[in-house]
Each structure stands twice: as structure tokens, then as C-alpha cells.
């Protein structure tokens, strides 16, 4: 912790963070998370929605700075009744003196008939 560091806290929830398994199914389970939810906000929306649908962001959240995360991993909110987002982008937020990151997502429907399939 740097001297200026100011503790950060998570106060939303937990996610679980997946690789992406071939077949488009959950993978190998890479660790856990607390996060704060974040606001999309009204630029960002407008923008996704007007660019390709690959860009669209369903959902924003921080976490702490970790070399674990990486994109296209699968984040499975436990809060939210185990939904599950695409993670497509990954941005390093230093706010307050503490490392974040900003984890951006796109929800995946879950096929039918499996609980692990995105």
C-alpha cells in the first residue's frame, strides 16, 4: 500500500471470474472479486448503441487492480442471480490513490437446458 493510499471498499457484491471454454462455455474458474457497480452513463450508452453490437456495454463494475481479469474472461455476478457478462474491456482507474480497475460488459444469454453455458 502506497503512504497515500486511502482504503478503497466494494460495497455491491461478489463475482466470480471464468475463463471462456471452448463452445462458448464456462471455463476454469479464476478467483473472486468484490465490486462496486459503476453507471454506464448516458455518452457511453448512446455511443455503444449506435456502433456494432459487439461494442454495446450491458454492465460496469470496479474492482481492485489484479493481474487475474483478463478480457473476454466471463464475470458471473452472484448478486444478480448468477448473471453472466462478457468482460470486453479492462481499464486501469487510479481514484483516491488506489489502484481499480473498471471491468466493461456485455451480457450473455445462458442457452437453454444448461446452467453453465453462456
Known sequence: MRPSQKVETFPDGITDIYEEDEGRKLGSYKGSFRFEKKSVGVTR???SQVSVSSNRIDR???VPHNNIVDRMDIAVMKTEDNRQYR???IQEKPENGVDLWELEAVQVALKSGGGTSI
Open 45 to 47: 450508452f448512446y455511443q
Open 60 to 62: 460496469m463494475i470496479k
Open 87 to 89: 468482460i470486453i474491456r
